[in-house]
């Protein structure tokens, strides 16, 4: 017994299958009903007392190596026939794909943007670092002129020529001295002003600025254009009222208010009970403005009108407080998340 045991040992080491048929032959000399291992289980029943226990352990030990001998000789198999095929499994869940948001300041530049591209505008920029020229001077704010006071500027200690821009009216004069009329164009970007921070104000910001310069242009196209933009952002029903202002960069100047679209303008706690609320400003380009960017004024005319997007999407979102916009807090920006 103890002979055939070792005999089968020996064989086992160097057992070896070319194909899957041949394996399942090994398995069937050695493993199946009939085959050589039952064989030995049979005999086993003779196996004297005494010998019993060693050479049940013996046996225990052969059936254990010949099974891992088969089963790894079947895993060689299986691995080649595997190695053809990808390894993705189709039929597992999908990972879970975190998707972002769009902020809610770029959806309402976004919106801006594309409702007066239907009427012709297209998009330019300028720099947040701005000089006294492109700022100020240019656009009738002289020195020393109280109407400086209306935008408290971050200054450079060492340079005061240089400034934050306070507002994007700057880049109207870069516009008009590189560009020819008619320009039609808006101008969206970042401001900076020195503003105690709270819920209603920040010291960072953002307009979108709009200029149209070209013959005869009045006052009544631009209230015109101010009213399809009104009604194409907050709704069909809006209306918009014009009030008399002071910028040094038009003349005439007006603040454009629309009629509440939460009350419809009857009044309510949102427009102070007054039916109104403010959105922008506005006005006919300042024939010195014109000319300080070498457009002839007797030939040439334009309007232009500047509002915060901040302010435009707190009244579409009812946003509360405009600190939120720039606190990344995630809970806040993930309600976004729907919005195109
Ligand atoms: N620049 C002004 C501001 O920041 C807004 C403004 C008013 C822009 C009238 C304009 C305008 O273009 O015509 O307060």
């Known amino acids: 017994m103890r002979e055939k045991i070792k005999k089968i040992e020996k064989e086992i080491e160097g057992l070896?299958?070319?194909?899957i048929e041949e394996l399942e032959q090994l398995r069937i000399k050695y493993l199946s009903k009939k085959g050589?291992?039952?064989g030995l289980f049979e005999d086993f029943k003779n196996v004297t007392q005494e010998e019993r226990k060693d050479i049940g352990k013996l046996l225990n030990e052969l059936k254990n190596s010949l099974q891992d001998k088969i089963n790894n000789l079947?895993?060689?198999?299986?691995?080649?026939?595997?190695?053809?095929k990808s390894d993705i499994d189709l039929t597992l869940p999908a990972d879970f794909i975190e998707t972002g948001s769009r902020h809610p300041i770029s959806i309402i530049r976004a919106k801006i943007i594309e409702i007066y591209s239907r009427i012709g505008?297209?998009?330019?920029?300028?720099?947040?670092?701005?000089?006294?020229?492109?700022?100020?001077?240019?656009?009738?704010?002289?020195?020393?002129?109280?109407?400086?006071?209306?935008?408290?500027?971050?200054?450079?200690?060492?340079?005061?020529?240089?400034?934050?821009?306070?507002?994007?009216?700057?880049?109207?004069?870069?516009v008009m001295e590189n560009e020819k009329p008619p320009i039609r164009k808006l101008?969206?970007?970042?401001?900076?002003?020195?503003?105690?921070?709270?819920s209603r104000a920040h010291c960072f910001f953002h307009q979108?600025?709009?200029?149209?310069?070209?013959?005869?242009?009045?006052?009544?196209?631009?209230?015109?254009?101010?009213?399809?933009?009104?009604?194409e952002m907050f709704g069909e029903k809006t209306k918009i009222r014009?009030?008399?202002?002071?910028?040094?960069?038009?003349?005439?100047?007006?603040?454009?208010?629309?009629s509440c679209f939460l009350c419809g303008g009857k009044g309510c706690p949102f427009c102070k009970h007054t039916g109104w609320v403010e959105i922008l400003g506005c006005g006919m380009v300042d024939p010195s403005v014109l000319e300080n960017c070498k457009i002839d004024s007797k030939v040439y005319s334009g309007y232009a009108f500047g509002m915060g997007i901040e302010r435009i999407t707190n009244l579409k979102y009812e946003v509360k407080d405009i600190r939120m916009f720039s606190e990344n807090d995630i809970r806040f920006l993930k309600q976004f998340g729907s919005v195109i």
């Open 187 to 198: 101008f969206p970007g970042r401001v900076y002003r020195n503003e105690a921070i709270s």
């Open 74 to 84: 079947k895993q060689k198999f299986d691995d080649l026939q595997d190695s053809g």
């Open 36 to 38: 050589l291992l039952s």
């Open 121 to 174: 505008f297209t998009v330019s920029e300028g720099p947040e670092i701005e000089d006294d020229w492109h700022n100020f001077s240019a656009l009738n704010f002289p020195e020393e002129h109280p109407a400086r006071d209306m935008q408290d500027t971050f200054f450079i200690r060492k340079n005061p020529d240089i400034a934050l821009r306070t507002h994007t009216s700057s880049v109207q004069i870069r």
């Open 16 to 19: 070896s299958a070319k194909s």
């Open 208 to 231: 979108v600025e709009g200029l149209y310069i070209d013959k005869d242009v009045s006052f009544a196209d631009l209230k015109q254009v101010l009213l399809y933009f009104s009604k």
């Open 242 to 258: 014009l009030r008399p202002s002071y910028f040094p960069f038009t003349e005439p100047s007006a603040e454009m208010d629309i």
